[in-house]
């Protein structure tokens, strides 16, 4: 049973405009929801993190947003940059004990000129 | 500022061998863990510690084992390679309220 979805393998998107990456869950006991970015023989980099008690995180270019009753998160990046193109992992925990994370199975995110 | 790492980067087995992975952190971190990616599949967890001389079993621990002897290492052993052990291992350390750092990664073929 996968409790964190991408549905998405794939995502192809125009440099300058919106990129959205959509995740669901299952597991409504998740505290925290984590994107990941990872660049081919390189190991995922934290990109941005959001609580279960709020609703959207900003930092930058990148947008996470939480929708609890759908158990559903998605991540904005605007404007996309070619640089963006890698594969975008969603993430979760709960916070009793460590930071054991549930991965999403990736999305590969390419940034066309 | 190396941040996680692991050696070796690559590695070929054959089916029945043991070899153990190093995962080696300089952030002073409390928790270290130990993930495999396969195609297709997000990052699963195969075994985490929260301290030196602590380890926990995660999502997939079948087939390996672990150990933190020492707070900045941690190593995950193969006592008898199998095929289906054949991945790209990846190691991460973080603090308690800190998100994960990851290293680049080990592939492993078991033949």
């Known amino acids: 049973d996968q409790q964190v979805k991408q549905n998405s393998p794939s995502l192809s998107v125009q440099e300058g405009r919106i990129s959205i990456l959509n995740c669901d869950y299952t597991?409504?006991?998740?505290?925290?929801f984590l994107w990941y970015k990872k660049y081919p023989a390189e190991g995922p980099t934290f990109l941005i993190s959001?609580?279960?008690?709020?609703d959207k995180n900003e930092d930058g270019r990148f947008t996470v947003f939480l929708n609890k009753s759908a158990k559903h998160l998605s991540l904005h990046i605007v404007p996309s940059q070619p640089g963006d193109s890698a594969v975008y992992f969603c993430?979760?925990?709960?916070?009793?004990?460590?930071?054991?994370?549930?991965f999403g199975q990736g999305t590969r995110l390419t940034i066309n000129p | 500022n190396a941040g996680v790492t692991q050696t070796p980067k690559f590695r070929v087995l054959k089916t029945g061998q043991s070899m153990t992975l190093l995962c080696a952190q300089d952030?002073?971190?409390?928790?270290m863990y130990w993930y495999r990616q396969d195609p297709g599949m997000g990052l699963r967890l195969i075994h985490y510690?929260?301290?030196?001389?602590?380890?926990a079993k995660g999502e997939v621990p079948d087939g390996y084992n672990v150990s933190r002897l020492k707070k900045q290492n941690f190593l995950l052993g193969l006592e008898s390679a199998a095929p289906s052990q054949t991945s790209v291992y990846f190691c991460?350390?973080?603090?308690?309220?800190?998100?994960?750092?990851f290293g680049d990664g080990t592939r492993l073929s078991i033949l």
């Open positions: 952030m002073n971190h409390e928790y």
């Open positions: 991460a350390s973080s603090s308690p309220d800190q998100p994960q750092h």
């Open positions: 510690s929260v301290g030196e001389g602590t380890t």
């Open positions: 993430a979760a925990f709960t916070i009793q004990g460590a930071q054991k994370l549930v």
């Open positions: 597991n409504s006991m998740f505290d925290y």
């Open positions: 959001i609580s279960s008690i709020k």
